[in-house]
């Protein structure tokens, strides 16, 4: 696969579609059960609040993923995300009921750089709140 977004049709600010991903209780199970990270906060809500969380919390690495999808939707190539990183700035809170979370991501292009490379600069948010911070991705265009 390669990207579908041409270099030279981009500019900086060009906004990404933005998208919502449902957070539930069953999910984080299966992120846990994929990934092997089975620590008590991602699934158990009495272990959750003992360590002082408001609640079972889903786990960073799952929340980074979500993310991401806004920029591989976009570009239509996973292989094409070159670097990504983000700080984690506060949990994602997944109450047990049929609702659960969910995770808000905007993203708009910040730079153009070098090789055919776009700077996406990402927004996470959940519940109102900033959930990953300096959420940033390096993209190789075609």
């Given at each position: 696969?390669?990207?579908?977004?041409?270099?030279?049709?981009?500019?900086?600010?060009?906004?990404?579609?933005?998208?919502?991903?449902?957070?539930?209780?069953?999910?984080?199970?299966?992120?846990?059960g994929a990934s092997g990270d089975f620590n008590p906060i991602h699934w158990n809500?009495?272990?959750?609040?003992?360590?002082?969380?408001?609640?079972?919390?889903?786990?960073?690495?799952?929340?980074?993923?979500?993310?991401?999808?806004?920029?591989?939707?976009?570009?239509?190539?996973?292989?094409?995300?070159?670097?990504?990183?983000?700080?984690?700035?506060?949990?994602?809170?997944?109450?047990?009921?049929?609702?659960?979370?969910?995770?808000?991501?905007?993203?708009?292009?910040?730079?153009?750089?070098?090789?055919?490379?776009?700077?996406?600069?990402?927004?996470?948010?959940?519940?109102?709140?900033?959930?990953?911070?300096?959420?940033?991705?390096?993209?190789?265009?075609?």
């Amino acid at each position: 696969m390669t990207a579908k977004i041409a270099y030279d049709d981009i500019e900086v600010g060009t906004e990404l579609p933005a998208q919502t991903f449902p957070v539930t209780r069953a999910a984080l199970v299966q992120y846990a059960g994929a990934s092997g990270d089975f620590n008590p906060i991602h699934w158990n809500e009495k272990f959750a609040r003992e360590v002082g969380l408001p609640d079972v919390i889903a786990h960073g690495m799952f929340t980074m993923a979500e993310a991401i999808r806004v920029v591989t939707d976009w570009v239509g190539d996973p292989g094409a995300v070159v670097e990504y990183g983000v700080r984690f700035t506060k949990p994602v809170v997944v109450p047990n009921d049929d609702q659960g979370a969910t995770v808000e991501v905007s993203a708009k292009v910040a730079a153009k750089l070098d090789d055919n490379t776009v700077r996406v600069d990402l927004v996470a948010t959940s519940a109102g709140q900033k959930v990953l911070g300096m959420s940033r991705a390096v993209v190789r265009l075609a």
